[in-house]
């Protein structure tokens, strides 16, 4: 007899899911999935490209309504088919008009929230996170009429909400914190390299700085930023990139044991044997993730347990940074800054904007950057994965796989004439 699968979360990890059971097994579930946006599963990080013009909101459907037709799935998508409560008892989901689905076997992939800072004005109009594609309409709305935006935070989302809004025409300052650009992932060379890159499309910086309020302009409108130490900044438009948070309050409520996120195992299993979880929402082993590559291993370690095949395990493994901005390439990976036992390999071409730095510990790398020239970023993180001894390649690592392997042949011909 068919089973029942109930997926919470329309999402790139829950969808991935669903198709590798799909690739897997096939007729094993009937399949039902709600979703709180009005479309069908679209690729969130490539919003990016959308708000500043090189792709348009229908290149970044990955499924539209007829897949899930084709395959048979039941969607409920939009607002008021948001998921508001899970009886585990019953095993039934139910949305908010109402609509009931029942499960064997519920998945929650409900992706995370946009952190708001907690300051005066945070909730005045034209103060917006980048998440969805509601905040990217909103955003072009804006561009179209205003001039003045803010964006609040130097890391990935921020940067590439800056330069969207650059693209577009406005006058977009980032506020950051640090007094490093994407200071989780670039250490200062590399963070100085960009802020040049980024200067020169027109993006201002103001930072280290810390906000301190949002001006309303009398009719419940943001009209500018004041900071600590007293400045101010006009502002129409204020974005919030400061990072997310595991959207867990339904799996919560339903008495499914959180701590950051929601705990799950090896198996991406719950604490309810059936009731499974992947993506923003989770915490494995005491990790939370933003990036789609442990998203995506998540999904198929998941889907092998659905199916009923029961052998993958989900191991966590450092992550790739790169940005998508286009024209500015940098790769980020593992321990890029290093400690006392660590030793430092760098190459810097100012002239060529190019920066590589690579840290090693007990013969391996353990961490990586580059900044202008990432083509070698995918050996480096073989080699960081594999943790393959580097000694007999140490003098030659930071010229890249290309020139090393030239040395090598050359020097095995070199041999052999010999």
Known sequence: MTQQLVVIGNGMAGMKAVEELLAAAPEKFSITVFGAEPYGNYNRIMLSPVLCGEKSIEDIIINDRQWYQDNH???????DKAVVDIDRQRKVVTAKDGTEAHYDRLLIATGSNPFILPIPGNDLEGVIAFRDIYDVNKMLSYSETKQHAVVLGGGLLGLEAANGLAQRGMHVTVVHSNEVLLNRQLDGTAGHLLQLE??????HFKMPAKTQALID????????VQFADGSELTCDLFVMAIG???NMKLAESAGIHCER????SDTLQTYDPSVYAVGECIQHRGDTFGLVAPLFEQAKVCANHLSGHGVAEYKTLPSATKLKVTGINLFSLGDFLGDEECEIIRFSDPSASVYKKLVIKNHCIVGVVLYGDTKDGAWYQSLLEQRTNIEDMRELLIFGQAYFQTELVQTELAGEVG
């Open 261 to 264: 996120g929601i705990v799950v």
């Open 73 to 79: 799935i039941t969607l409920h998508a939009g607002p």
């Open 217 to 224: 302009n009398g009719e419940g409108h943001v009209s500018g």
């Open 198 to 203: 980024l200067e020169k499309r027109g993006v």
């Open 244 to 246: 997310v948070r595991p």
